[in-house]
T-cell receptor
């Protein structure tokens, strides 16, 4: 079965500073990895996804993530954080097999200080 | 706008009651997922339907049930409600029946059980 761990419950970053949100997954077969963002009172929006190929993937809003199979990690990064990035971020793992659902980590809340 | 519509947006009901949450997937999507989001449990996968058939089951209580209709909309039925069922319930849709494709989320139904 798949599982996702996001070790950081809450992170505060200064506006303009760089950001890295950690995600570790567990899955025996080829993982399909996603990062979603949830703004207050909103649904989840896909930031980026990794299926195969280049291990560094680019997403929307200037985010990128790097897949490291040896570390079972898929960390999300952004070089310069904007106040509007304050939100909750979820890492998720999916699979190609039927009968498996998209499994989410517990999320990391990002606060941006001025 | 993700294209996934959930109604109602808010629901307040008493313990012991039964409610129905409705989800209309994006046009062309055959798969519908239901998730429960609470502060302590995070995003928990409940159940998935694909083209009218149950495809995957997660941590769904026996008091809860769901179905997907021929027009592909889905309903989540919650009965004998308890205080602990208060949560945000999300519906997501995707084109495929497997979790290796992007899922689009609705804005959720906030259920408050009093």
């Amino acid at each position: 079965a798949q599982s996702v761990t996001q070790p950081d419950i809450h992170i505060t970053v200064s506006e303009g500073a760089s950001l890295e949100l950690r995600c570790n997954y567990s899955y025996g077969a080829t993982p399909y990895l996603f990062w979603y963002v949830q703004s207050p009172g909103q649904g989840l929006q896909l930031l980026l996804k990794y299926f195969s190929g280049d291990t560094l993937v680019q997403g929307i809003k200037g985010f990128e993530a790097e897949f490291k199979r040896s570390q079972s990690s898929f960390n999300l990064r952004k070089p310069s954080v904007h106040w509007s990035d304050a939100a909750e971020y979820f890492c998720a793992v999916g699979a190609r097999q039927a009968g498996t659902a998209l499994i989410f980590g517990k999320g990391t809340t990002l606060s941006v200080s001025s | 706008d993700s294209g996934v519509t959930q109604t109602p947006k808010h629901l307040i009901t008493a313990t012991g009651q039964r409610v129905t949450l409705r989800c209309s997937p994006r046009s062309g999507d055959l798969s519908v997922y239901w998730y429960q989001q609470s502060l302590d449990q995070g995003l928990q996968f409940l159940i998935q339907y694909y083209n009218g058939e149950e495809r995957a089951k997660g941590n769904i209580l026996e008091r809860f049930s769901a179905q997907q209709f021929p027009d592909l909309h889905s309903e989540l039925n919650l009965s004998s409600l308890e205080l602990g069922d208060s949560a945000l319930y999300f519906c997501a849709s995707s084109v495929a029946g497997t979790s290796n494709t992007e899922a689009f989320f609705g804005q959720g139904t906030r259920l408050t059980v009093v």
